[in-house]
């Protein structure tokens, strides 16, 4: 019996110790995890002289550290548009789980700095923003639209959508299938981007575009094949 009861306790000890290890995980700072974030996500508009107040330092960010969290979570910030995981873009700028984790983790475990100013990534550059080219060929939705001919679409573009709008816009194909193709949500006539397919989406002749409101209008943009980069 006491060596039964020696070898439980053997076995009881490791589990204590990898319990233990696990309670003391790495904190998040904003020297090596948000500065990042902020950086390849945010700073495009928060920058001094961007068109948003300057989170670029810690000493900015710090005090607005609620106000972050709460726009992350809420999907708010960055200015995206669309709910994340309906259509697949290219230059999707919302958040990652990991990443709204990390924001969150950082501001409930109290805002800290970090103690190694060379963890801090090179400070992005701020190139002006080339104009958005859409090509003659595009195609104005309004109400459902029907394609007569097969379309490679590569994006679309909100081109007149009443503020705080939201729409789930769908390729009803042929064959009775449906293809998800840009969901906006709350969306706000100043974001002014497209939402570019990672993959061109291959619509056949007689496709029905739905969900666009005769109030709005969005513009299909075609392209040729596009390959997936992961």
Request: net charge positive; aromatic share 6%; charged share 15%.
């Given at each position: 019996m006491k060596r039964l009861i020696a070898t439980a306790v053997l076995l009881f000890v490791p589990c204590l110790e990898l319990q233990s290890h696990n309670i003391g995980s790495t904190r998040i700072t904003w020297n090596r995890e948000i500065s990042r974030i902020i950086?390849?996500?945010?700073?495009?508009?928060?920058?001094?002289?961007?068109?948003?107040?300057?989170?670029?330092?810690?000493?900015?960010?710090?005090?607005?550290?609620?106000?972050?969290?709460?726009?992350?979570?809420?999907r708010r910030m960055p200015p995206w548009g669309?709910?994340?995981?309906?259509?697949?873009?290219?230059?999707d700028q919302g958040l990652t789980q990991e990443e709204l984790e990390l924001i969150t983790d950082w501001v409930e475990g109290g805002t800290a700095k970090g103690n190694n100013p060379n963890a801090l990534p090179k400070v992005p550059k701020f190139d002006k923003p080339s104009p958005i080219k859409i090509p003659k060929d595009r195609i104005m939705v309004s109400g459902d639209l029907t394609i007569e001919t097969?379309?490679?679409?590569?994006?679309?573009?909100?081109?007149?959508?009443?503020?705080?709008?939201?729409?789930?816009?769908?390729?009803?194909?042929?064959?009775?299938g449906i293809q998800p193709l840009v969901w906006l949500y709350e969306y706000k006539n100043g974001y002014q981007h497209p939402f570019w397919f990672r993959e061109s989406v291959d619509l056949p002749a007689g496709t029905v575009i739905r969900g666009v409101p005769?109030?709005?209008?969005?513009?299909?943009?075609?392209?040729?094949?596009?390959?997936?980069k992961n």
């Open positions: 950086y390849n996500r945010c700073a495009s508009c928060h920058h001094p002289g961007g068109s948003a107040f300057s989170l670029m330092t810690y000493q900015e960010a710090q005090p607005m550290a609620d106000a972050i969290k709460q726009s992350v979570l809420s669309a709910v994340k995981g309906f259509g697949d873009f290219r230059n097969p379309l490679a679409l590569d994006g679309l573009m909100p081109q007149r959508v009443p503020d705080g709008s939201s729409m789930e816009i769908t390729a009803q194909l042929p064959n009775g005769a109030n709005a209008e969005i513009v299909l943009i075609p392209g040729g094949k596009r390959k997936s």
